[in-house]
């Protein structure tokens, strides 16, 4: 039976017992939906001792599905003040599962100030261990000292001075399968700082010198269906542009499109797009020996993660996505891959969000502070925010917190929580998901893009994000968003998986309501937080002004957004 | 010859990446990658890049972001 770690933090005490029986069937953003309506006052200081951090599998966690071991958190935001669930690759839920840990729940606050970390060893045994020799050591040098101590066969969660400063913007990190970078990032809504509220700097997991055994309704029906699952993600993986390339492939629809965001979404089109686009990353990869197709967890087929070093031929980052390509790119006037690469590399190493630094970053130059396109001031910033000057540490609080210091007009937020690499006047249906998503400014919550097209009407694009939102809720349950993709074709497919694993009807109808039911609890909390419809729109400016590249305005009027999820 | 996607189209002298769309009869739209040997060429390009005996073209559509 599955395990939870209960970890609180006032007592200092960390206990492992079985899951309880309401959540035995659900996993990831569902879980984490269910678990923070029923035990997190959504009135809560989210940096006080009533927050709690979730840290969850997917339902189908230890299985072999493709994908599967995706690691959801979950908390409610200190940037949004609503609930957040985050999610990242990487091999932390691989190895959880291995130790038969479904859920960790971090709570309270320590009475003495301290930092700590947990540590889950070969033979299942959990404990706190001082970490204080640690503090101020950020998320790479941290992962390099944890593999001395334990070898390089552990996963570890953790945050850099991001999350231990509380910095809104601070993300948690993971660790990648093979490389051990921590690079993978559960990067939006401020729960690096939710985390550091905690004093806890890790989840150190090993590898179990036993492997938990899943417990199957029907084990030969669920690896059949398993089966006929994996080799449909990876026929579609064949032609999907994510594993020939990676994420940066976007970059070639959106900047041709008027999609890409342009200094700080002017609205404009940036005609060198492509030099921050495949054809340069593919070549400077061959040239300096770096990779791509690179899984971040087991057995995915996706392999959608990379990576890249410098023209010297040294190891530079990894996991280079386009939304740091794009929003440190050209959202800042800037066209060198490289000197975005290293941006990206001294995020994940402080632990902050690269979509919310790099909206943060071109607020300063919107203002003046530094002109568009100066890499190199970027750079300067950056590292005044791992000093910890005072700059530094509001750059750190994100978008709004630097836009509203420096008296810019033009914020893009949505629930505080900074827009994501695409333009909502030119995909209108993410422009609706980005207002009404109960996560904030999120593209993951439902990225219209690719499934409807703006020739297609305001009716078609609500109804594409009203039902992308339901369709990620139960696939972020449950898998990789970008393996879901592929999944669509044949979603019952996913209620067989189901049943199989946990009895029942193989009937789709149950994970689609797993979605509707996942996504009311979360606008349910957000509303008992305090949040109202005037938290579902998006900031006036994308009313206002037109885009440049197509002349299209976000001319979604209010009704339109209110009435998207009357069920 | 050329291929795209995997199917052979007969090449002839001067031929672009647009003509040879054309002939294979396969559609694109604003979210298709077009790949000639692992380059992407941009939409607005297709009709300037001209093919040699021998280019593989690949479509990838682009159904997810991240």
Request: hydrophobic content about 40%.
């Given at each position: 039976?599955?395990?939870k770690?209960?970890?609180?933090?006032?007592?200092?005490?960390?206990?492992?017992?079985?899951?309880?029986?309401?959540?035995?069937?659900?996993?990831?953003?569902?879980?984490?939906?269910?678990?923070?309506?029923?035990?997190?006052?959504?009135?809560?200081?989210?940096?006080?001792?009533e927050?709690?951090?979730?840290?969850?599998?997917?339902?189908?966690?230890?299985?072999k599905?493709?994908?599967?071991?995706?690691?959801?958190?979950?908390g409610?935001?200190?940037?949004?003040?609503?609930?957040?669930?985050?999610?990242?690759?990487?091999?932390?839920?691989?190895?959880?599962?291995?130790?038969?840990?479904k859920m960790?729940?971090?709570?309270?606050?320590?009475?003495?100030?301290?930092?700590?970390?947990?540590?889950?060893d070969?033979?299942?045994?959990?404990?706190?261990?001082?970490?204080?020799?640690?503090?101020?050591?950020?998320?790479y040098e941290?992962?390099?000292?944890?593999?001395?101590?334990?070898?390089?066969?552990?996963?570890?969660?953790s945050?850099?001075?991001?999350?231990?400063?509380?910095y809104?913007?601070?993300?948690i990190?993971?660790?990648?399968?093979?490389?051990?970078?921590?690079?993978?990032?559960?990067?939006?809504?401020?729960?690096?700082s939710?985390?550091?509220?905690?004093?806890?700097?890790?989840?150190?997991?090993?590898?179990?010198?036993?492997?938990?055994?899943?417990?199957?309704?029907?084990?030969?029906?669920?690896?059949e269906?398993?089966?006929?699952?994996?080799?449909?993600?990876?026929?579609?993986?064949?032609?999907?542009?994510?594993?020939?390339?990676?994420?940066?492939?976007?970059?070639?629809?959106?900047?041709?499109?008027?999609?890409?965001?342009?200094?700080?979404?002017?609205?404009?089109?940036?005609?060198?797009?492509?030099?921050?686009?495949?054809n340069?990353?593919?070549?400077?990869?061959?040239?300096?020996?770096?990779?791509?197709?690179i899984?971040?967890?087991p057995?995915?087929?996706?392999?959608?993660?990379n990576?890249y070093?410098?023209?010297?031929?040294?190891?530079?980052?990894s996991?280079?996505?386009?939304?740091?390509?794009?929003?440190?790119?050209?959202?800042?006037?800037?066209?060198?891959?490289?000197?975005?690469?290293?941006?990206?590399?001294?995020?994940?190493?402080l632990?902050?969000?690269?979509?919310e630094?790099?909206?943060?970053?071109?607020?300063?130059?919107?203002?003046?502070?530094?002109?568009?396109?100066d890499?190199?001031?970027v750079?300067?910033l950056?590292?005044?925010?791992e000093?910890?000057?005072?700059?530094?540490?509001?750059?750190?609080?994100?978008?709004?917190?630097?836009?509203?210091?420096?008296?810019?007009?033009?914020?893009?937020?949505?629930?505080?929580?900074?827009?994501?690499?695409?333009?909502?006047?030119?995909?209108?249906?993410?422009?609706?998901?980005?207002?009404?998503?109960?996560?904030?400014?999120?593209?993951?919550?439902?990225?219209?893009?690719?499934?409807?097209?703006?020739?297609?009407?305001?009716?078609?694009?609500?109804?594409?994000?009203?039902?992308?939102?339901?369709?990620?809720?139960?696939?972020?349950?449950?898998?990789?968003?970008?393996?879901?993709?592929?999944?669509?074709?044949?979603?019952?497919?996913l209620?067989?998986?189901?049943?199989?694993?946990?009895?029942?009807?193989?009937?789709?109808?149950?994970?689609?309501a797993?979605?509707?039911?996942?996504?009311?609890?979360?606008?349910?909390?957000?509303?008992?937080?305090?949040?109202?419809?005037?938290?579902?729109?998006?900031?006036?400016f994308?009313?206002?002004?037109?885009?440049?590249?197509?002349?299209?305005?976000f001319?979604?009027?209010?009704?339109?957004?209110?009435?998207?999820?009357?069920? | 010859?050329?291929?795209?996607?995997?199917?052979?189209?007969?090449?002839?002298?001067?031929?672009?990446?647009?003509?040879?769309?054309?002939?294979?009869?396969?559609?694109?739209?604003?979210?298709?990658?077009?790949?000639?040997?692992?380059?992407?060429?941009?939409?607005?390009?297709?009709?300037?890049?001209?093919?040699?005996?021998?280019?593989?073209?690949?479509?990838?559509?682009?159904?997810?972001?991240?």
């Open positions: 039976m599955w395990s770690l209960s970890i609180d933090m006032e007592k200092l005490e960390i206990k492992k017992e079985p899951i309880e029986k309401e959540y035995k069937e659900l996993g990831g953003r569902a879980l984490i939906a269910q678990y923070l309506i029923r035990n997190v006052p959504p009135t809560c200081d989210p940096l006080g001792s927050n709690q951090l979730v840290i969850c599998n997917t339902i189908f966690a230890g299985t599905l493709t994908t599967a071991h995706r690691l959801s958190i979950g409610k935001s200190p940037l949004t003040g609503g609930i957040k669930e985050s999610n990242a690759g990487g091999n932390a839920a691989y190895q959880l599962a291995n130790q038969g840990i960790v729940v971090v709570k309270n606050i320590p009475k003495e100030k301290g930092l700590w970390f947990a540590h889950i070969s033979k299942g045994n959990v404990s706190l261990e001082d970490a204080n020799i640690y503090k101020g050591i950020n998320n941290f992962v390099e000292k944890i593999n001395e101590r334990y070898g390089d066969k552990v996963a570890v969660i945050i850099g001075i991001g999350g231990e400063r509380l809104k913007s601070a993300s990190q993971v660790t990648e399968f093979n490389s051990n970078h921590p690079s993978r990032a559960a990067a939006r809504g401020g729960l690096g939710l985390m550091g509220s905690k004093c806890l700097k890790a989840i150190v997991i090993e590898n179990p010198v036993e492997k938990y055994k899943v417990e199957y309704a029907d084990e030969g029906k669920f690896n269906s398993c089966l006929k699952f994996n080799k449909m993600i990876a026929a579609g993986a064949k032609k999907d542009p994510f594993h020939n390339f990676g994420t940066i492939s976007t970059i070639e629809a959106t900047g041709a499109n008027g999609i890409l965001p342009v200094d700080n979404f002017s609205g404009k089109l940036f005609p060198e797009y492509q030099e921050v686009g495949v340069k990353f593919m070549t400077n990869l061959s040239a300096r020996g770096g990779r791509n197709k899984p971040c967890q057995g995915c087929v996706i392999q959608c993660s990576c070093n410098d023209k010297d031929g040294k190891y530079l980052t996991g280079f996505e386009y939304e740091t390509i794009a929003l440190f790119g050209p959202n800042c006037h800037i066209s060198d891959l490289d000197a975005i690469a290293q941006m990206d590399r001294i995020c994940d190493n632990g902050v969000d690269t979509i630094t790099a909206n943060a970053i071109a607020m300063c130059m919107e203002s003046g502070k530094i002109n568009w396109g890499s190199e001031a750079i300067s950056l590292k005044e925010m000093d910890g000057t005072e700059f530094g540490n509001l750059i750190g609080n994100g978008c709004e917190a630097v836009g509203k210091h420096l008296g810019v007009e033009r914020i893009p937020v949505v629930k505080h929580q900074a827009l994501a690499g695409y333009d909502p006047r030119n995909t209108k249906g993410t422009g609706i998901t980005y207002a009404t998503s109960p996560m904030g400014a999120d593209h993951t919550a439902g990225l219209t893009m690719g499934r409807a097209f703006e020739d297609a009407g305001r009716t078609a694009q609500a109804y594409v994000s009203n039902k992308l939102q339901v369709a990620i809720c139960f696939s972020d349950s449950m898998m990789c968003l970008f393996a879901f993709a592929h999944a669509a074709n044949n979603l019952p497919l209620g067989e998986l189901v049943a199989s694993l946990y009895g029942g009807e193989a009937d789709f109808s149950r994970v689609a797993m979605g509707v039911k996942t996504l009311l609890t979360e606008r349910q909390y957000n509303k008992m937080a305090g949040m109202t419809i005037e938290d579902d729109r998006l900031p006036g994308f009313y206002k002004d037109k885009s440049f590249a197509t002349g299209s305005k001319d979604i009027n209010d009704y339109e957004l209110e009435v998207l999820f009357d069920f | 010859m050329i291929t795209v996607n995997n199917r052979e189209i007969n090449y002839k002298i001067g031929m672009s990446v647009y003509d040879a769309l054309q002939e294979s009869g396969e559609s694109i739209n604003n979210m298709t990658l077009v790949v000639v040997d692992e380059k992407v060429i941009a939409l607005d390009k297709l009709k300037d890049e001209i093919l040699n005996n021998g280019m593989n073209i690949k479509l990838l559509h682009i159904v997810s972001g991240g």
